[in-house]
């Protein structure tokens, strides 16, 4: 029993450092920073990306000494992209909103409790906002993507989210729970979820949630930008956009998984 437990605890550290380096890339970490992010020692935080370097799971720039992501995993990463991977699917939508809107527009996926930034396309507008990029991760119910899917997952599952990961103590007092509870609500009376400069001030995002073929919110696509381009009078039709762009993905979806 105490021989499974620990190894149970190191997948999980494995885990939790391969986390750390995809979310720093392209630019790499150090042991330093994955100590610091997962509550680990700096000894162990090296001794794991070090053996992982030896597997092919992550690799280390000659230049600037930071630890990337490693062969093996673009390897793994292309054969399960066979099963997970909407970016093809979803790419035509995010063009058609970003011109429709000329705000950035962004592809996320749920990752257990996390959502990960997979796809950027940048609007007409030339003020932007850079809140998200490709590979960031945010907790489900923070940022508009990540309300959006908290949002149409079971009232059971928000719950016991919203128990076992303390939001508040790292994004502030908009995200208690209490709080997350009331945006909700709010997502689901309208469709899309709103994200009103919650995490950097003056920088606002809207979300729609897409489903899988079960019927779970496992993608979202986002709309981000400055405030004065997420008026009352224009999130209405920001919304519509979203929730069609995003009804039209899960269809497609759908489509694949019959083929």
């Known amino acids: 029993m ?5 190894g149970a605890q190191l997948v999980g550290r494995v885990a939790a450092v391969l986390r750390i380096v995809s979310a720093s890339m392209p630019d790499g970490t150090t042991p330093t920073r994955v100590a610091a992010a997962t509550g680990i020692s700096r000894p162990t935080a090296h001794r794991i990306l070090a053996s992982l370097a030896e597997h092919g799971f992550v690799d280390r ?7 990337l992501l490693g062969p093996e995993l673009y390897v793994m990463g292309a054969i399960a992209a066979e099963r997970y991977d909407i ?8 063009l058609a909103l970003a011109a429709a809107t000329g705000e950035s527009a962004f592809l996320s996926a749920r990752r257990g409790d996390e959502t990960v930034c997979l796809l950027r396309e940048e609007g007409a507008f030339p003020i932007r906002s850079h ?3 490709e590979g ?10 990540g309300i959006a899917i908290l949002s149409f997952l079971s009232d059971v599952a928000v719950e016991a989210h919203l128990a076992r990961v303390d939001l ?3 994004y502030g007092e908009a995200h208690t729970a209490r709080a997350v509870r009331e945006r909700v609500a709010a997502t689901r009376a309208t469709g899309y979820a709103v994200n009103p400069g919650l995490i950097v001030e003056g920088s606002w995002g809207m979300a729609a949630a897409i489903f899988d073929t079960s019927g779970q919110p496992a993608w979202a696509l986002s709309l981000t930008g400055i405030e004065s381009r997420f008026t009352a009078e224009r999130r209405p039709e920001l919304g519509r956009l979203l929730l069609a762009a995003a009804h039209r993905v899960t269809q497609e979806i759908g489509g694949r998984s019959r083929i």
């Open 2 to 6: 105490t021989e499974s437990i620990q």
């Open 61 to 67: 720039d000659a230049r600037t000494s930071r630890w």
């Open 87 to 94: 970016t093809p699917i979803a790419r035509e939508s995010l």
């Open 131 to 133: 809140v998200l990029y």
């Open 136 to 145: 960031i991760r945010f907790p489900l119910g923070v940022a508009s993507a």
């Open 168 to 170: 508040a103590a790292r």
